[in-house]
């Protein structure tokens, strides 16, 4: 499921960082696939994402049509152990993601 360098990161981080990081990982790529209207049987290991410091990138690779590069991704953890995750393609750098979620509401 994971990327050469999406693995290699997993594998650098704490042992109990890890189960959070991989299911964020698997929900950009859902969010990624639903953007481009594909589904989960195209080579997943050929995207990878990145930059979980804040600015998330996605790369993908072996595919002429798109390289990940003009998309823009959100992620959150919530619920305790589950992730939600969103993509936008747009060439604009000033993209910003918004979510309540019920538990935030008032």
């Known amino acids: 499921m994971l990327a050469p360098e999406e693995r290699s990161?997993?594998?650098g981080l704490a042992e109990a960082d890890r189960p959070?990081?991989?299911?964020?990982?698997w929900t950009l790529k859902e969010a990624y696939?639903?953007?481009r209207g594909l589904g989960i049987s195209y080579p997943i290991r050929n995207i990878s994402f990145s930059?979980?410091?804040?600015n998330r990138?996605?790369?993908v690779v072996?595919?002429?049509r798109?390289?990940?590069s003009t998309w823009h991704f959100w992620s959150r953890p919530f619920a305790g152990a589950y992730s939600a995750a969103a993509a936008v393609r747009?060439?604009?750098d000033d993209v910003k993601f918004s979510a309540t979620f019920i538990k935030d509401l008032p």
């Open 9 to 11: 990161a997993l594998l």
């Open 90 to 92: 747009t060439q604009r």
């Open 66 to 68: 798109d390289d990940g």
């Open 62 to 64: 072996g595919d002429e």
């Open 33 to 35: 696939l639903k953007g």
């Open 51 to 54: 930059g979980f410091d804040g």
């Open 57 to 59: 990138r996605c790369r």
């Open 20 to 25: 959070d990081r991989f299911c964020e990982i």
